[in-house]
Antibody, heavy 114, light 110 residues
Framework: EVKLVESGGGLVKPGGSLRLSCAAS????????MNWARQAPGKGLEWISL????????YYADSVKGRFTIYRDNAKNSLYLQMNSLRVEDTAVYYC???????WGQGTLVTVSS | QSVLTQPPSASGTPGQRVTISCSGG????????ANWYQQFPGEAPKLLIY???QRPSEVPDRFSGSKSGTSASLAINGVQSEDEADYYC???????????FGGGTKLTVL
């Protein structure tokens, strides 16, 4: 079974940092592009970052560029999102997703509040 | 403001055909394929349609997708109460170098 499990969410103060992890199983992780997306409470889906299978290409949404860093460890079948300089508006459920968003993980909630 | 435009809501009675539109531009739907996702409250989204018209094997065949120019559509033939959910379209955008999503459409089965 293809499975993605996010972890690392929590409550953080504005300006703080957090690292999210996504553990992948059930497929050959090192052959797939991976994404992070998020969903603010009561809002729609927003793509935030993509990394290709060998990390050759990385893209970010303008809303997180310069603050967030995506990376992966293919030996550990894991995807990561380092989030720095967090803002209140970064509060959301963060999802990792394979390729063209199939499947999605269950999500991890990040709350940025003082 | 989403790059892809969807109606915020749609509705139908059981058994009706319901369509949801997704309007984009030349840099996204116009030059790339569109995907559709279904999301129930409190759950993660699930892929419903990919590459405009392809349906994963586990998705009921009452769901279908189409694309014309810079727009895509999702159709549900014979909508059922269990189809009440939020639906999102998405496409890669060559100008933004990123995925773009529609704002989502909340489907109500009356």
């Amino acid at each position: 079974e293809v499975k993605l499990v996010e972890s690392g969410g929590g409550l953080v103060k504005p300006g703080g940092s957090l690292r999210l992890s996504c553990a992948a199983s059930g497929f050959t992780f090192n052959t797939y592009t991976m994404n992070w997306a998020r969903q603010a409470p009561g809002k729609g889906l927003e793509w935030i970052s993509l990394i290709t299978s060998s990390s050759s290409y990385i893209y970010y949404a303008d809303s997180v560029k310069g603050r967030f860093t995506i990376y992966r460890d293919n030996a550990k079948n894991s995807l990561y999102l380092q989030m720095n300089s967090l803002r209140v508006e970064d509060t959301a459920v963060y999802y990792c997703a394979r390729d063209y968003f199939d499947p999605w993980g269950q999500g991890t909630l990040v709350t940025v509040s003082s | 403001q989403s790059v892809l435009t969807q109606p915020p809501s749609a509705s139908g009675t059981p058994g009706q055909r319901v369509t949801i539109s997704c309007s984009g531009g030349s840099s996204n739907i116009g030059s790339n394929t569109a995907n559709w996702y279904q999301q129930f409250p409190g759950e993660a989204p699930k892929l419903l349609i990919y590459r405009n018209i392809q349906r994963p094997s586990e998705v009921p065949d009452r769901f279908s997708g189409s694309k014309s120019g810079t727009s895509a559509s999702l159709a549900i033939n014979g909508v059922q109460s269990e189809d009440e959910a939020d639906y999102y379209c998405a496409a890669w955008d060559d100008r933004l170098n990123g995925w773009v999503f529609g704002g989502g459409t909340k489907l109500t089965v009356l």
